[in-house]
């Protein structure tokens, strides 16, 4: 049963968009320049396509980049907890904590999304898998991997999620009650 309460939520927010681990770098990481969609006065770019800002070594306007690039980064860099070989570059998978304005379901108010760099076979190498254990383990938030313009739910597995989005369909009485305290857990993770 994943953890719900509001102080350990405020720990994921925290580890998650305040925190940095001093001792990783982005190295020879292009991922966030590749994979962030930017919409700012000095910079438009889709998410998936390289920045013209980057020349194939790093950001040619790093001095100026915009506020998007300085606030972000991705959980390899803010969770000491994942491994040490899990910089993108390395493993082949980004993985980020994002949330969805106007989400279709209650699995995409707020989550964890792996995106692979270069095809699903990225989710098999040893540290993408280390750290999608990581990330289920801990069970608070939603886990996606996503590759191409496909995304698919991991964590809950698509069977109890259908079910936690209708529990009435839960015929023990209490199983369903458990059900009842995942669909409690994760509509509270909407704004
Ligand atoms: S994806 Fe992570 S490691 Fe790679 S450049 Fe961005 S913040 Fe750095
Ligand atoms: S402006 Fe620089 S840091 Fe920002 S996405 Fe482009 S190359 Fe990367």
């Known amino acids: 049963m994943p953890t719900s309460s509001p102080s350990h939520l405020k720990t ?6 305040d925190t940095l681990v001093e001792s990783r770098g982005c190295g020879t990481c292009v991922a966030c320049c590749q994979h962030l969609h930017i919409d700012e006065p000095t910079l438009k770019k889709p998410a998936g396509q ?8 790093g950001c040619t306007i790093y001095a100026s980049r915009p506020q998007t690039c300085r606030d972000w980064f991705c959980l390899w860099r803010r969770d000491e ?7 993108p ?13 106007n989400p279709p379901n209650m699995f995409e108010h707020l989550f ?13 190498h040893p540290d993408a898998m280390a750290s999608i254990k990581h990330f289920i383990k801990e069970g608070t938030l939603p886990v996606w991997l996503a590759h191409g313009g496909s995304k698919s739910l991991i964590y809950p597995h698509p069977e109890l999620a259908a079910l936690i989005q209708n529990p009435a369909k839960v015929a023990d009485w209490n199983a369903r009650q458990d059900v009842e305290k995942l669909r409690a857990h994760f509509l ?4």
């Open 12 to 17: 994921i927010y925290t580890r998650y968009f």
């Open 50 to 57: 390289l920045c013209p800002n980057h020349d194939g070594t």
């Open 81 to 87: 907890n994942l491994p040490e070989g899990g910089n």
């Open 89 to 101: 570059a390395d493993c082949g998978v980004v993985f980020s904590m994002d949330r969805s304005e």
């Open 112 to 124: 964890i999304v792996g995106r692979a760099l270069n095809g699903p076979e990225d989710f098999e």
């Open 188 to 191: 509270q993770l909407a704004p």
